[in-house]
């Protein structure tokens, strides 16, 4: 539905613009649908989770599954509405590289804090407290099972899918109430030119597909002496692998509307996607094995090459000069 | 020539004679790491009219460099995370000796030298640690390691010896990073910047810390007048929809913060790459390399705007500010260009 929905915006939408890439089409197309299913299923799941919070409830988690693929397929898109108000780490804390979901979780159960019944005062705890990578703990880590308090627990799990929802509606209103239309009409404060606005998508594009290789793989393959397996993403539901594959498809898609369906470029996302799947590894546990290890540091690097491939083929034609300094970051 | 140089390089390894003087080599005015067009990396040279002094290969990406300030001597950082640093002979481009970051840490790529050149500071990621700390290195006795102490913050990046001759400011950037995972940043919905001052046994003297609308603003570099205003540039990890200055000034005498609309979000791009301030502190330079811009600005005023693409490079002559670009340019304070076929890398320092 997803790929018939770009094909008939494409057909509909304005000439591709001066510098190559129709932004409008990758607004409309690629985007306004990714928010918009992360906004449905995040209000699916907290709908859900209104009646059903215990964690061995299989709807509760079948709709914590399909809301959190939702946001990895949006999860590359890390400018506008998503950084407002610190919304998208408010989804995803992720990498938490000071353990501190699971500290924030303890205070709040230990304090029973009464946040947990009222929306604008759970918006202001912890930010690690909050969001899939939070509910994940509560649904998944037996050192956060209801024990004892199955109520406290429960209005916590309720309470995270509430916000959940609320931050995913509030990201897909801007993006449909202005913001999308603030990125297609360059020639504003935010996008001066339409080179600006594909400079935005592009970086977007390079930085999702950097953050898969060297978030998503990088922590958990650590180094070889040392690997760390238990830093895979979402090891406790089983979804590490699973969210580099919604991410590179997702990737894939945002390529091809940058890229004018690039055969090479397609190519390139095939062939790591097929590695990927064939990698029979959910949780990358094979990080700390030789030949697993070997495998997966395959994978990492066609998500390398890919990148490469982007910035060769794909950058100038959007008027993105490979700047030597614009590009470093430091 | 080269019978000269081996002798003098002989003459050094035996630690027996004075090394050469700023004033006995007379150029180079700058030196720059830069990319070669066959994609090597190299550290440069540069006089005062634009032209290359030297050119040395270096094993990976440079960054920036710190003069020595009595002996023609530089350290030139590896690029983060990297872990070398080499030590120049600036009359020949020849190296005379190596640092390597002890096993956990890493260089970030910023350097300074104690008044009488007797110490180095580096800026360092303790990266297990997730904590940022300053190495100090005995030059006079080959630059051996005598051991590190806090930074005051995560992730700092460049650092700078202030004029009393007895402290260093340090930019902690905020940001953690972990050679694992490359240069992804691992911390942005938690990053504290911070602006911190130390003695050169690493007691913390002061630090200052931007309100929190400016928090994930990350000061990453200093330029230093004579009077001891700091100049701080910063680079902006939100969205950039939203508008805030970019470039700062801390008095510490007068304990004040003045912050520079003109050098904002929205004009530069979220994106300072470097910055200079002439010797009086009156003028300062910045510059953003994503907007492709020079600004120089007299007091907090904007004097001046030249777009010029991929420019970085900055430093404070004392007839006006020097800059170089990603495509190769010099450019003389007098607008003068010199094209060389060398990608120059963010900084330009001046010796």
Known sequence: MRHLLSAIVIALSSPAGADGADIRAIVVGHILPGYQILATEAADLAATAASECAPNSPDLIADFNTAFDAWVSVSHLRFGPSEQQDRAFALAFWPDTRGSIPKALATLLGDQDPAVSDPDAFAEVSIAARGFYALEFLLFDPQFAPGDNPEYHCALVQAITGDIALISAAIHDDWRGGYGDVMSDAGNDTYRTPTEAAQQLFTALSTGLEFTANARIGRPLGTFDRPRPNRAEARRSGRSLSHVILSLTATKDLSALMSADSAAVAEAFDTALQRAEALDDPIFAGAADPQGRLRIEVLQQEINDIRQLLAESVGPSLGIAAGFNSLDGD | ?351
């Open chain 2, 1 to 351: 020539m080269a019978n000269r140089r081996s002798f003098i390089a002989g003459m050094f390894a035996a630690g027996a004679l004075p090394r050469a003087t700023w004033a006995q080599v007379g150029s180079p005015a700058f030196l720059s790491a830069g990319m070669a067009p066959d994609g090597t990396f190299v550290l440069c040279g540069l006089s005062r009219d634009g032209q290359i002094t030297f050119q040395r290969s270096l094993p990976a990406r440079g960054h920036a460099a710190a003069a020595h300030p009595v002996r023609a001597e530089a350290v030139a950082f590896a690029r983060r995370p990297g872990t070398f640093a080499i030590v120049l002979d600036c009359a020949t481009g020849t190296q005379t000796a190596q640092l390597d970051a002890p096993y956990g840490r890493h260089f970030y790529g910023h350097g300074a030298f104690s008044p009488d050149g007797d110490l180095l500071f580096t800026t360092e990621n303790d990266f297990d640690a997730g904590r940022g700390v300053i190495g100090v290195w005995d030059v006079s006795d080959g630059y051996r390691r005598l051991g590190e102490v806090g930074s005051g913050g995560v992730g700092p990046h460049d650092i700078k010896l202030m004029p009393d001759g007895a402290s260093l400011v340090i930019a902690n950037g905020g940001i953690e990073t972990h050679p694992e995972t490359g240069r992804t940043k691992l911390n942005i919905p938690t990053m504290r910047p911070n602006l911190s001052y130390i003695d050169f046994d690493g007691q913390l003297l002061d630090q200052i810390e931007l309100d929190p609308a400016h928090r994930k603003n990350s000061i990453r570099h200093l330029a230093v007048s004579a009077q001891g205003s700091v100049v701080f540039a910063m680079q902006w990890q939100g969205d950039l929809t939203e508008d805030l200055p970019l470039l700062g000034v801390h008095n510490s005498t007068a304990g004040t913060v003045d912050l520079v609309g003109d050098a904002s979000v929205q004009t530069m791009n979220g994106y300072l790459g470097s910055v200079a301030v002439s010797r009086n502190g009156a003028q300062i330079a910045t510059t953003s390399p994503r907007s492709g811009t020079l600004q120089i600005f007299e007091g907090p005023t904007l004097r001046s705007e030249t777009r010029l693409r991929d420019i970085c490079g900055v430093a404070a002559t004392d007839t006006g500010f020097y800059a170089t670009t990603g495509t190769g340019l010099a450019v003389a304070p007098s607008g003068q260009r010199v094209a060389h076929p060398v990608a120059w890398d963010n900084h330009l320092v001046p010796i």
